[in-house]
Structure formats: structure tokens, C-alpha cells
């Protein structure tokens, strides 16, 4: 930094400027107090019609995008309905009805004459709103919105059913008569027509399923299948035929076989006219509802709307003369001021030039070129202000420099990890693809996301949350080499760009990722466990580019965090699945509020001595109108991945107290069980939820059981230990699903309030046949009962094995020897009949 200066004899350019504005001042005050009482004047006059127009202006701009923003909503809840959009569509027309009668309510509307164009819009507007609302309420009758459905139920189920009853007729006739199944080629025949009808049957339901759901009228594959599977069943029927008259069929066979050419012959013919439904206009009637009525009456409403603007414009040009002969005045007055204010320029110029102007030019020119400042110079042009310019100069370029630096970093790293964020990490991975292409090699890209980390975020707060992703940013940082880049893409998901890295260095390095994840983090003084799941891309086999190559990467890590993969590899057929996944989850989310296919059915437990039914285990069970059932393991998985598990544990509770309730199990000392998963028990509302609901429905705490498999314990130990104690501390008896299958022990068992373990039944199934198996179930039985606990045993399907328990002392069994699952209605019947013998 230069030698400051010496200061003395300068005048301040301060007290120059003082005695000039002074004088100048004087006028221009004048002046100007004058202009503005003018100015004041005519303003008022003009404010009330401007403030007018804003409003009116304002309250049209808001309607139009309410009406834009129901018509979205409408849009999308064709295409996926939800209540979700049906509230924003009735949102968004209140609002717009809101403004409507607003602008009406103003006692100004007058002042433009608009109240005519206002009271149409609201009527338009009333009309829009009935036409939306009938819309979507025939759309909750799928009947209307696909006509062809009822058509398809009344028509073509019958011959279906005729087909299926006439062969299974011929086939029992014919293994009756060969003294079993298979035995001759005649029955091969026929369930080889058996199967190739049932094939056409299934690439029907498919071409249902996709028309649908995409409203197109091209043909699709299955339609193709259906025409050469009806061909090849009636040259199979016709074989038989010819069998037939050579009198080698029996009576029956006979008969069942003139009942399958009718029924199939019926069956290709109704199936014409579904077709001819496909191609008509109105396959769904809904987006033909929208064109031919919503969208006019939409238009018009619109129209209606423009009218008014046009309206409330043509009116504010009227006020715009007054203004314009109040500005002509104004300018005159303008002009006198701007004379004294150019003389005022100059006289302050001259002063400038001399005093500020030249000396900071100098000093430019000296900055610029990098030399020396000299101070004699300056002292003969410049003034106080500025050589205090220039010592604070240096100070500010230096700081100015340091702050630039500063940004640069924050812009392209995360401020809580220190990691290259999105951006940089997106600039790294185009710079590594241009030099793999280049070089001829490959790259990986790996997408990481935390298992757990929202669990620990909720229970233990976001500052624990926040050093815990530092620790795991560190532990990527030390085990990349120098040229992979690891990036925090935001919350609690990372990636990794790992470049000149074929497969099997990749497996590797994301093998070692997972490990390292899942060992232990210490965040203030506690013991915290979180695991990963990656997803990883390879170029340039997944991608080409670096959109590419994360998206791919993405679906690669949702598919190893919904299966407990640790890492996957992108697969292409995954975008499809990936997609169908999705809709699954918004037919789930429906499901809980409607709950038309998603049920719970009951399996009854019993003492295995007194044969008395003491429990009830509570099954879900979801049969999809068009996937079939879906087994509990992936809706619970499902659940999990996407939120909802909350939701459904919820759900699965209150629906089965309700109907334990109604059925009066709880009067005859017959005990609820219910299932629990691993997020359930991180999920610290769980036992207040419980708490509420028995308190709902008048139960004691202690006619409820919580089933916990041992890999929801280990999971999170600490977590599952506290809610566990809460809910036992409530009265709730706890019970250890499927033991044996996972990593605890009877000894870990000893630190949790559990009052029963349930052994796995691949143990107790094949128990006398596997000594093995025996032996486990024994010594689990002995060890349970020392330690005080109830043992149950699952998977008993035949009396041999329901007696070698008794004779282990084993406490309660469960399996389809003593009833398999069932829905409420049929329990209640099978209860007042089950008796006690029948099970010994």
C-alpha cells in the first residue's frame, strides 16, 4: 500500500460545494414547491379513476389464472384422478367467484360503467363452475367414463365361464376314465385348449387394461394374440370334433365339447364388438364430456373475461387527456426549472472537473498502468476526499478480490459438507465424458441416497441430521481417488463421478461405499446408524450425456433402496417398471381413503393344549382389479419407500379394532395381533396413534399384540428398544415375529419387554423330517420358557406336527391345520362352529 499522504492546505471539496448550492438552491426550491402543489392538484383528481382501474385490472389478471389454473387441475385428474385435484379445481372457482362478487360489491364499479360486463362474467363463470362439477361427477361412475366396461361384464364373462365349466367337465370325465390326470393324449388335447383359451383371455384383459388407461384406438400386440390364439382354438376344437365322431369321446366330453365351439364362437363374436366400441369417439367418455361441452362454455367464460379488460383499458385511455393537459402545464414549469438546474450543472462541473474529475483520471490512468501515485500532483488538483479515496482504494480491491474468491466457492460447493454441489458436480461429469470420449473409455456415475437419515432427522432434530451428513460427507471424501469428484446433491442424497472405471472397479468401490456407510457415526455422544443405497450408470452403455447419465443413475438407486440392494445397476427395463410402481403407490394412496380392494383377513392361534382359540393375527390382503393380488411383503415395501406407511400402519390398525369390536372378540377373550414393520418402529407417534384408537373403540391395552420381526429390531436398535418400552409401559403385550431367521438372540431378547417369540414356520414345518430343524425348535422352546417367555409356533399343517409340539410343551399354534386366513364375516361363523376337538 502507498504512503498516505499528507493532507494539509487542501481545501474540502465540501465547503466549495457549499456556497454555490446555497445561492442555487434558493431558486430551485422556489420553484419546485410551486410545481408540486400544481402536480398535487391534478393528481388527486386522477388517483381515484387510477386506483379504480389497478383494481378492476388486478382482479381480472387473478381470475383468469384461477380459471387456467382449475383448468390444469381438470386436465390432470383425467389422467390421474385424485381428490387432490378435484379440491384444487373447487379451490381455484371460489377464488374466482370471490373476485367476481368482489368487483361487484365495489361502489365504484359504476364510475367506468362495467356493471353489466362484471354481471355477465359471474354469470358465465356460475355456468363453467356447474358444467367442471358435473364433469367430475360422472367420472366417479367408471361405467360412464368407459362404456364398453358394462358390455364387457354382461357379454363376454358368460362364454368365458361356459368355455372354462365345459372343459374342466371333459377333463374330469376323462381322467375318471383313464384313472388319473395325463394318462392318455385325449386329455392333453383338451388342456392344451384349456391353456391357449386361457392365454387368449389374459391378452384380452391386457388390451382392456391399456385402452383404458391411454384412450388410443391403434391396434395393439394383444389384439394381434387374441385373433391367432382364436385360430389355433378352432383348429383344436375341430380335431376334437373329428374325434368326437369317430365316436372317441365319451358322453359327457361330447356334450362339453359342442358347449366349447358354442361358447368360443360366442365369445370371438362379442369380442367384435368391443372393437368396434375401441374405435368410436367416445371410448372415454370424459374427454369427449370436455371437448364437446366444458371447452365452450369455457371459451365464452374466457371471452367474457377479455370483454371486461378491453373494457376497463378503453375507459383508463379517456383519463389519459386530463393527465395530458396537466403535463403540458407542468412542463412549462418544467422547462424554467431545468434552465436554473443546467446553470446549477455547469457552475457544479467547473467545480467537479477541477476538484474531483482530473484527479481521479490521473489516478486512474496511474492504477490502470500500475504506477506510482504522485502525491505533489495530486496535492495541486485534488482535494481531502479525494486522497481518502485513494488509501481506501487499495483496502477495497484487496477485500474485493478476497469476497470474489469467497462467492466463486459458496456458488459451486455445498456450504454444510464443503462437497461440489449440483452445479459443479454437473460441469466435472461433462468434463469427464468429453475426455472418455476422447480416450475411448468408460466412466461410472453413482447416484447415493441415506437409508434411515430422515428417521434420525425426525427423532433427534435437524442439527444432529446436519453433522451426521458431514461425517458421511468425509468418509466419501477419503476413500475416492484423486480423480473422482463425490457431490452433494441436496438433503440426504450424494453422487459420485468415478471416471476411467470399467464394471468390475465400480461393483468394488460401491461394495466398499455401502460398508463404510453403514459403520457406526458418533453424534453428540450417541451411537447412530444409517445405510446406503446406490445407483449407478455406466457410460457410455446407460447414457451419453450427463442428463443421461443422472436420470438412469437415479432409477437405478430407487430400485436398490425398494429392495435392499445396497447398490444396483441401471437396467432399461426398469423405466417402464419404474412408471408402473408409480401408479401402484397413487392406487395405494386411493386405497386408503376408499378402500374398496385393500381388506384384512384373520388367522386364528390357539392353546396347544386346551385347543382353545386365544388370538387372532391380522393379514392384509389386496386384490387389484387388474394385477391381481399383491402380496403384503410388496405393498409394506411399497409403503415404505414412498410414505404411506404411516398412513396404511394407521389404517390397518383402526380397521382391524373396528371390526375385532363389532365381531365382539373382545368379550371372548380372544386377543388382537397385528404386525409392525421397521419404520414403524422409528416412528415416534406410533404409540400415541395406538393410544388414541383403543381409547376410540373401549379396549384395554392388554387384548392387543405387536408382532416385530427380528430384522425391524436390528435395524435401528436404539430407537426400537425406546418405542417398544413406551408401548409395553401402555400395557401392550409385544411378541417376536419369525425368530430365527434374523441376527438377534435369546439373549438380546432379555433387554426388550416382549412377552411371546413365534418361531419361523421353515423350521416347524419340515421339524419331523429334519432333525435339524427339530433340534432348533426344541432348544428355542426350552431357552424361551426360561427366559418366561410364551412360545408360539407358526406353519403347523398336519396333526403329526401339532402333537410333537404338545409333547415340547410348546405353548400356541398357528397353520393351516387349524384354519387359514379369512376375511371378518367368514370368521365369525367359523368361530361359533370351531370346537376344541377337532383340533387335536
Not at 232 to 255: P, W
Not at 654 to 682: C, F, H, M, P
Not at 741 to 754: E, I
Request: hydrophobic share 40%; charged share 25%; net charge negative.
Amino acid at each position: 500500500m502507498p504512503p498516505r499522504p499528507k493532507q494539509t492546505g487542501l481545501l474540502s471539496l465540501k465547503s466549495r460545494y457549499i456556497w454555490l448550492a446555497s445561492l442555487i438552491s434558493v431558486l430551485l426550491v422556489s420553484a419546485a414547491v410551486f410545481t408540486s402543489w400544481y402536480a398535487q392538484q391534478v393528481t388527486a383528481k386522477n388517483t381515484q379513476a387510477l386506483k379504480l382501474r389497478d383494481q378492476v385490472t388486478a382482479s381480472t389478471i387473478k381470475i383468469r389464472n384461477h380459471i387456467w389454473a382449475s383448468d390444469i387441475a381438470l386436465n390432470t385428474l383425467l389422467i390421474r384422478p385424485s381428490s387432490k385435484y378435484t379440491a384444487q379445481i373447487a379451490s381455484n372457482l371460489d377464488a374466482a367467484r370471490e373476485l367476481t362478487n368482489a368487483l361487484i360489491k365495489n361502489p365504484d364499479i359504476n364510475t367506468a360503467n362495467l356493471l353489466p360486463q362484471i354481471t355477465e362474467l359471474q354469470q358465465r363463470l356460475g355456468k363453467y363452475t356447474s358444467t367442471v362439477s358435473e364433469l367430475i361427477k360422472k367420472r366417479e361412475d367408471p361405467n360412464w367414463v368407459y362404456p364398453v366396461l358394462p358390455y364387457i361384464n354382461s357379454k363376454l364373462l358368460l362364454p368365458n365361464i361356459e368355455f372354462e365349466t365345459a372343459v374342466t367337465q371333459a377333463l374330469r370325465e376323462i381322467a375318471i376314465a383313464d384313472g388319473r390326470s395325463y394318462a392318455s393324449p385325449l386329455y392333453g388335447e383338451f388342456d392344451e385348449v384349456r391353456d391357449l383359451w386361457r392365454r387368449k383371455i389374459l391378452n384380452f384383459r391386457a388390451v382392456v387394461i391399456r385402452f383404458a388407461g391411454l384412450n388410443e384406438q391403434r391396434t395393439a400386440a394383444e389384439e394381434d394374440n387374441i385373433e391367432t390364439l382364436h385360430e389355433e382354438i378352432e383348429k383344436r376344437l375341430q380335431h376334437l370334433q373329428e374325434l368326437s365322431d369317430e365316436g372317441k369321446l365319451g358322453l359327457e366330453s361330447e356334450f362339453a365339447l359342442e358347449q366349447m365351439r358354442k361358447a368360443s364362437k360366442e365369445w370371438q363374436k362379442r369380442w367384435e364388438t368391443v372393437k368396434n366400441y375401441r374405435s368410436s369417439d367416445i371410448w372415454r367418455s370424459d374427454l369427449h364430456y370436455m371437448q364437446t361441452i366444458v371447452r365452450p362454455v369455457q371459451q365464452e367464460l374466457l371471452n367474457t373475461l377479455a370483454a371486461l379488460e378491453r373494457g376497463i383499458q378503453n375507459w383508463s385511455k379517456n383519463t389519459v387527456d386530463t393527465v395530458q393537459k396537466a403535463a403540458w402545464q407542468i412542463s412549462i414549469a418544467l422547462w424554467a426549472l431545468s434552465t436554473l438546474a443546467i446553470v446549477f450543472v455547469v457552475l457544479i462541473y467547473i467545480l467537479v472537473n477541477r476538484t474531483v474529475l482530473r484527479p481521479i483520471s490521473y489516478i486512474a490512468s496511474m492504477l490502470t498502468n500500475e504506477g506510482e501515485i504522485s502525491v505533489a500532483q495530486l496535492q495541486s488538483l485534488s482535494s481531502k476526499e479525494i486522497q481518502q479515496l485513494v488509501n481506501a482504494f487499495e483496502v477495497m480491491r484487496r477485500q474485493v478480490h478476497q469476497r470474489q474468491v469467497a462467492l466463486e466457492y459458496q456458488a459451486l460447493h455445498d456450504s454444510l459438507t464443503g462437497l461440489p454441489n449440483r452445479t459443479l458436480l454437473h460441469d466435472r461429469l461433462e468434463q469427464s465424458i468429453n475426455l472418455m470420449n476422447r480416450n475411448k473409455q468408460t466412466m461410472a456415475l453413482m447416484v447415493l441416497d441415506l437409508d434411515r437419515f430422515k428417521d434420525v432427522n425426525d427423532a433427534l432434530g435437524h442439527h444432529v441430521g446436519d453433522q451426521l451428513l458431514q461425517q458421511v460427507g468425509q468418509r466419501l471424501m477419503e476413500k475416492l481417488r484423486d480423480t473422482d469428484t463425490v457431490a452433494r446433491l441436496g438433503g440426504d442424497e450424494f453422487a459420485i463421478v468415478a471416471p476411467n472405471a470399467d464394471l468390475d472397479d465400480v461393483v468394488a468401490f460401491a461394495e466398499k461405499i455401502v460398508s463404510v456407510i453403514k459403520e457406526v457415526y458418533v453424534v453428540d455422544k450417541q451411537n447412530l446408524y444409517v445405510g446406503a443405497s446406490i445407483g449407478i450408470a455406466m457410460y457410455p452403455e446407460h447414457g451419453k450425456d450427463a442428463g443421461e447419465l443422472i436420470r438412469h443413475a437415479d432409477i437405478a438407486m430407487y430400485h436398490a433402496k425398494r429392495n435392499n440392494l445396497g447398490f444396483s445397476l441401471y437396467d432399461q427395463g426398469r423405466d417402464e417398471e419404474h412408471l408402473d410402481k408409480l401408479a401402484l403407490v397413487g392406487e395405494l394412496h386411493k386405497e386408503l381413503s376408499l378402500a374398496k380392494n385393500l381388506r384384512i383377513a384373520y388367522q386364528p392361534l390357539i392353546d396347544v393344549f386346551s385347543h382353545q382359540v386365544v388370538t387372532v393375527e391380522v393379514l392384509l390382503r389386496w386384490h387389484h382389479p387388474d394385477m391381481g393380488a399383491i402380496s403384503p411383503e410388496q405393498v409394506i415395501s411399497m409403503a415404505e419407500h414412498t410414505g404411506l406407511i404411516g398412513s396404511l400402519t394407521e389404517w390397518i390398525l383402526e380397521t382391524a379394532l373396528r371390526q375385532y369390536t363389532e365381531a365382539g372378540l373382545d368379550r371372548q377373550d380372544i386377543k388382537l395381533a397385528v404386525n409392525l414393520s421397521a419404520w414403524n418402529l422409528q416412528d415416534p407417534a406410533l404409540p400415541e396413534i395406538t393410544k388414541e384408537l383403543l381409547q376410540r373403540y373401549g379396549l384395554k391395552p392388554d387384548r392387543l399384540i405387536f408382532e416385530i420381526t427380528e430384522s425391524a429390531m436390528m435395524s435401528d436398535p436404539v430407537h426400537a428398544r425406546k418405542i417398544l418400552y413406551q408401548l409395553s409401559s401402555m400395557g401392550i403385550e409385544l411378541s417376536i415375529d419369525d425368530f430365527g431367521t434374523g441376527f438377534s438372540s435369546l439373549g438380546y431378547l432379555k433387554m426388550l419387554p416382549v412377552n411371546s417369540l413365534k418361531i419361523d414356520k421353515s423350521f416347524v414345518i419340515d421339524m419331523l423330517a429334519d432333525e435339524n430343524d427339530a433340534l432348533i425348535v426344541q432348544s428355542t422352546i426350552d431357552l424361551a420358557h426360561n427366559l418366561g417367555l410364551v412360545v408360539i409356533a407358526e406353519g403347523v399343517e398336519t396333526q403329526k406336527v401339532m402333537q410333537r409340539l404338545r409333547i415340547l410343551k410348546c405353548d400356541i399354534a398357528q397353520g393351516y391345520h387349524i384354519a387359514g386366513a379369512m376375511y371378518c364375516e367368514d370368521l365369525i361363523p367359523w368361530l361359533k362352529a370351531y370346537k376344541p376337538k377337532l383340533a387335536q
